[in-house]
């Protein structure tokens, strides 16, 4: 099983849809969670942070589920410019200190 | 510097070759990560620094990869011997302090390495 994993997508949508990603980790020592956007051939920007109450971001809304372990991330009323692929990011304490974990990511298209 | 700079941007060598890739941090920042990304695929964890110490290298994916990080700064990575399937872009990042204590990462635009 891998340790951070998403649904590969793609997923693709309308422009004004709303969208929601899942990502499930597998450690349950897992301390930071983060979604990152990737666009095509470039470096992935952290798009938001996660914490156990939950954040929003304008359109972007993001949630832990501890107890479950899972992510997710809501995009609301999409626009082309959130065509990319999202990736889910988990870091958690090991015997060699912290490693940090990327998702495969989930390809989003939204569509005029 | 503003970002993560890293060098050479593309690189294309002969298989069998040795290369050397470069990571200039964020200053400052004192976590240093690299990673690898093939085509359409997600990111592999390499290796990562904490100052000059690596406490996990079980990401390398054999004994042909090697990093170090010298001064707390810049860091080098070292494919010998390149094989085809080494060909991906290879990607590092750095935190001001390691992610696990909520440390946002920043990736430089990467290295492309072509084996052929």
């Known amino acids: 099983r891998k340790e951070v994993e998403q649904d590969p997508g793609p997923f693709n949508v309308p422009e004004g849809a709303t969208v929601a990603f899942n990502c499930t980790y597998s450690?349950?020592?897992?301390?930071?969670f983060f979604w990152y956007r990737q666009d095509c051939r470039k470096e992935p920007k952290l798009l938001m942070s996660?914490?156990?109450s939950g954040n929003e971001d304008g359109r972007f809304t993001a949630q832990l589920n501890r107890a479950s372990q899972y992510i997710s991330l809501l995009i609301r009323d999409s626009k082309l410019s959130d065509s990319a692929t999202y990736l889910c990011?988990?870091?958690?304490?090991?015997?060699?200190?912290?490693?940090?974990?990327f998702g495969a990511g989930t390809r989003l298209f939204v569509k005029a | 510097g503003a970002g993560v700079s890293q060098s050479p941007s593309n690189k294309v060598t002969e298989k069998g070759k040795d290369v050397e890739l470069r990571c200039d941090p964020i200053?400052?920042?004192?976590?240093l990560y690299w990673y690898r990304q093939s085509l359409g695929q997600g990111l592999e964890f390499l290796i990562y620094?904490?100052?000059?110490?690596?406490?996990?290298k079980s990401g390398l994916p054999s004994d042909r990869f090697s990093a170090e990080r010298t001064g707390g700064s810049v860091s080098t990575l070292t494919i010998q011997r390149t094989q085809q399937e080494d060909s991906a872009v290879y990607l590092c990042?750095?935190?001001?302090?390691?992610?696990?204590?909520?440390?946002?990462?920043?990736f430089g635009e990467g290295s492309w390495l072509t084996v052929v």
């Open positions: 450690n349950s020592a897992s301390q930071s």
């Open positions: 990042a750095s935190s001001l302090a390691l992610a696990g204590s909520g440390n946002t990462i920043y």
């Open positions: 200053s400052g920042h004192t976590a």
């Open positions: 990011v988990v870091t958690a304490r090991n015997t060699g200190g912290f490693k940090t974990i």
């Open positions: 620094f904490q100052g000059n110490s690596a406490p996990d």
């Open positions: 996660v914490y156990s």
